[in-house]
């Protein structure tokens, strides 16, 4: 069933989208309101999107990137239709959470990394434009790949809300450098997979400046510059990757070690931020910085658009396209 994105839109009022990674496949302290599943024109999302009430009322979309079962690998997300449904929803900022490896000893696992640079390491087997298959040309800009008001907005939130958690653990354990941390600014290098690293890739990443390592943020945060979603990563790192000496390399039994306490601490993330965020996006300034991106980014001479084609981009652009 494919339903017009302004229906969509109108009946759910939905501005903030929450792309769960691995580990993270429900958000806490929300009510159910309905499951939609929009065929779009790529296709079906990875998972029936839920739409949830915060308890003020707000919703929320949270869409889980691998499927709720976790049948989906890397390479074979859905981004296009899902970057394409959450816009069709009326979604205008995208928190997407990802685990992740760390390639630096002071990024430790358990703690939160805001990343503001990305490094390409996928091997072009993932669809990463909306415009491919068209006759539309488009070079969205990506110099700056995350939305970067929301990135900053976010790291004031997430700063406290974590203080809160490692004085907790601190505590508890009587270690005053226990607790998860927050990085921001850090470059996040996206690999293909869904084998692990090397040493020797794992190294050169290092050497090449990368922070921390994963397998989703490429082509999500492409297209959701092409949509004109503001979009910010919210990563959690759960293993030291490949590149210590004298360690063993990553396997997926130690990232399932810190998954679940990883989880714990992104679904408390949310509950804490998505009520004052979704207040701050309604306002404007804070998502203004990704309104209109793609306003110059289209090829004039790309004009002589076919029918279907304007169809088709008019999911994600209807300013430029119906
Ligand atoms: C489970 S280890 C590798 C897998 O985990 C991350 O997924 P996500 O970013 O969706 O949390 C990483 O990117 C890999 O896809
Ligand atoms: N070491 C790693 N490499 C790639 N993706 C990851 N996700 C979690 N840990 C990872």
Redesign the pocket.
């Known amino acids: 069933m494919r339903l017009l994105p302004s229906v969509l839109k109108h009946r759910l009022a939905v501005l903030i989208g929450v792309i769960g990674?691995?580990?993270?496949y429900h958000l806490d302290n929300l009510t159910f309101i309905k499951h939609v599943n929009p065929e779009t024109p790529w296709g079906f999302p990875s998972s029936p999107i839920t739409i949830c009430a915060l308890p003020s009322g707000t919703r929320v979309a949270f869409l889980a990137?691998?499927g709720t079962g976790h049948s989906i690998?890397?390479s074979a997300v859905p981004a296009r239709a899902n970057i394409a449904a959450l816009k069709a929803l009326g979604v205008r900022a995208v928190l997407a959470?990802?685990?992740?490896g760390s390639l630096r000893e002071d990024i430790r696992p358990g703690d939160v990394v805001l990343p503001a640079q990305i490094i390409d390491r996928t091997k072009g087997v993932r669809p990463a434009s909306f415009f491919e298959g068209t006759g539309v040309v488009a070079h969205a800009a990506f110099g700056d790949p995350f939305a970067a008001r929301l990135v900053r907005w976010l790291e004031g939130r997430v700063r406290a809300v974590l203080a809160e958690e490692a004085a907790r653990v601190q505590r508890e354990t009587g270690r005053p450098d226990a607790g998860p941390r927050v990085h921001a600014d850090k470059c996040v290098v996206c690999m293909e997979?869904?084998q692990?690293s090397t040493r020797a890739e794992s190294q050169m990443y290092r050497a090449w400046g990368g922070d921390i390592i994963?397998?989703?943020?490429l082509p999500e945060a492409k297209l959701a510059r092409e949509a004109e979603l503001s979009y910010a990563l919210i990563a959690t790192a759960?293993d030291y990757d490949s590149w210590r000496p004298h360690e063993d390399a990553v396997t997926?039994a130690e990232?399932?070690k810190t998954?679940q306490e990883n989880a714990r601490i992104s679904r408390h993330v949310a509950a804490t931020v998505l009520e004052e965020l979704n207040a701050a996006a309604a306002d404007g300034e804070l998502l203004a910085g990704e309104v209109g991106a793609m306003q110059y980014s289209i090829m004039p001479r790309s004009a002589q658009q076919t029918d279907e084609d304007r169809q088709k981009l008019a999911y994600i652009l209807p300013t430029y396209f119906s």
Not at 214 to 217: E, H, T
């Open positions: 990674g691995s580990g993270l990137r691998h690998a890397p959470f990802s685990a992740v997979g869904p692990f994963n397998m989703s943020v759960t997926a990232v399932f998954l």
